[in-house]
Antibody, heavy 117, light 108 residues
Framework: QVQLQESGPGLVKPSGTLSLTCAVS?????????WSWVRQPPGKGLEWIGE???????NYNPSLKSRVTISVDESKNQFSLKLSSVTAADTAVYYC??????????WGQGTLVTVSS | EIVLTQSPGTLSLSPGERATLFCRASQSVYTTYLAWYQQKPGQAPRLLIYGVSSRATGIPDRFSGSGSGTDFTLTISRLEPEDFAVYYCQQYASSPTTFGQGTKLEIK
């Protein structure tokens, strides 16, 4: 059974960089899947941030593209998110998820990141 | 990007009743690349339906999806207590993939 686990600081200062890692277990990140980040501001809907393939190919949401970097570490079976120049609007629960053909079948439990001084 | 608008915002029904949730796209989703997710408080979303009408593994047959073009529907034939949650549609025909704002299904 594939499992995803997000980790990283729960509090980031304004103008700083948000950094999260998603550890993958039960499957190799080198499988033919896209690995994604999705966020959800408190009480609001879902926003796709971007995705990465094990080869390193990436796709980003144009609304965040200038601030986002997603990378993969095959040796550790994990992938990571960096979001720079954060503001309070970036406060959200951040999920990592696995895309399989036609949907996000597997999600992490989510981690709340608050942007505040 | 394709904007998805879900209606109603909140739906109040009783267990055993039929629920119909709607998702309208700002432009045609030319393929069948439309999915539905269920999210309960404090939990990650769960995939229910993909490809407009195919149930994901383990999803009960009381859940069904339909539609084409710009109008899509999720139907729950007979509500069980565990079905009360927030439901999101997602299109993945056009990048970036986008989600609707959600419909909250609450107990009447």
């Amino acid at each position: 059974q594939v499992q995803l686990q997000e980790s990283g600081p729960g509090l980031v200062k304004p103008s700083g960089t948000l950094s999260l890692t998603c550890a993958v277990s039960g499957a190799s990140i080198s499988n033919s899947n896209w690995w994604s980040w999705v966020r959800q501001p408190p009480g609001k809907g879902l926003e796709w941030i971007g995705e990465i393939y094990h080869s390193g190919s990436t796709n980003y949401n144009p609304s965040l593209k200038s601030r986002v970097t997603i990378s993969v570490d095959e040796s550790k079976n994990q992938f990571s998110l960096k979001l720079s120049s954060v503001t309070a609007a970036d406060t959200a629960v951040y999920y990592c998820a696995r895309w399989v053909s036609n949907g996000y079948y597997t999600w992490g439990q989510g981690t709340l990141v608050t942007v505040s001084s | 990007e394709i904007v998805l608008t879900q209606s109603p915002g909140t739906l109040s029904l009783s267990p055993g009743e039929r629920a119909t949730l709607f998702c309208r796209a700002s432009q045609s989703v030319y393929t069948t690349y439309l999915a539905w997710y269920q999210q309960k408080p404090g939990q990650a979303p769960r995939l229910l339906i993909y490809g407009v009408s195919s149930r994901a593994t383990g999803i009960p047959d009381r859940f069904s999806g339909s539609g084409s073009g710009t109008d899509f529907t999720l139907t729950i034939s007979r509500l069980e207590p565990e079905d009360f949650a927030v439901y999101y549609c997602q299109q993945y025909a056009s990048s970036p993939t986008t989600f609707g704002q959600g419909t909250k299904l609450e107990i009447k």
